[in-house]
């Protein structure tokens, strides 16, 4: 027996016929589905119907829950919000099975989410990403067949030739003193805000050059106030998160405002990152300074450390980069400033 169910502006049929696994596919419009339909029935019927792989009836919903299950086991992506992120837009835009997935579909996805979310190209990325280690955690877990994944790489392909995905361009965004003073202004008077410390986690990202992810993991426990260190848990790295802990050399204004801090639970900073990141984004807009991520903190601190006159490998040891090529995106150094030091 064949179910149609409309899918934003495409069919799917479904077939369910006992002894036989199911069956689905998305079309363009009902008439098609019905007839793929009633093939698919009448191939039943005379015993020549081929039944689709067994990892292609995997829904692309379905994949991604495994491929986060994956990361959870293998990384330690819990604290991952864009892993989350990305699995939930991947997840409510694709809803399909992998059998369906295609060309036409990525490259509607892609669009759509360019010209009515507005996202960059670059997030589209890492969306399409995600679905492309998706992929590969179901060639390897549940038969997903590795034809699906070379297919799925030449369309990442087609679609950066198009410009609808593209690596992201280097931010060198730094934030004016001006605007630290209209930030931390706001905080100050905005009893809305008391919850979330803010003067105290927006001046330890710069003091410190630490992710916002890394500074609500930070523990008391790990805070070492004669050797005036930290110790970085799960620090994040391009294949081996879990594991990659850092001791820290913390200066004298982290280190101070870290004293501020009441010792209150087993965490410096008790806050969750995506909160702090979505009130961080509304006091932006309150004090209508544009293009400005919290992120951008964490380059502005590094940038100081250069202007400063530190060595690169100790600026390296507090920012945690391992690759000292990757600094240079970092180190903005503002021209005047430049000129003032060395005249």
Known sequence: MATFQKRGTRWRAIVRK???PAQSKSFTTKVQAQRWAAQIELDIENGVFSATEPGLTLTVAELCKLHVKHLERSNDHRHDTQMRSNSKVVSEAFECTLA?????????FAEARVNVDKVSPATVRHNLMFLSGAIST?????????????????????LKRSGLS?????????????ELDLIYTHVQHNNALVRISYRHVIEFAIESCMRLGEICRLKWEDYDAGKSTIIIRDRKHPTDKKGNHQTVPLLAGAKRIIEEMPRQGEFIFPYSAESVSAGFRRICKFCEITDLKFHDLRHEGVSRLFEKGMPIQEVAMISGHKDWSSLRRYTNLRPADVAEKWS
């Open 18 to 20: 006992k002894g036989h």
């Open 100 to 108: 369906d997935l295609s060309l036409a579909m990525v490259r509607e």
């Open 138 to 158: 179901g060639v390897y877990e549940a038969g997903v067949p590795e034809s699906l994944r070379n297919d799925y790489r030449s369309w990442l392909s087609v």
């Open 166 to 178: 593209r690596p992201p361009v280097s931010r060198d965004r730094r934030i004016s003193p001006e």
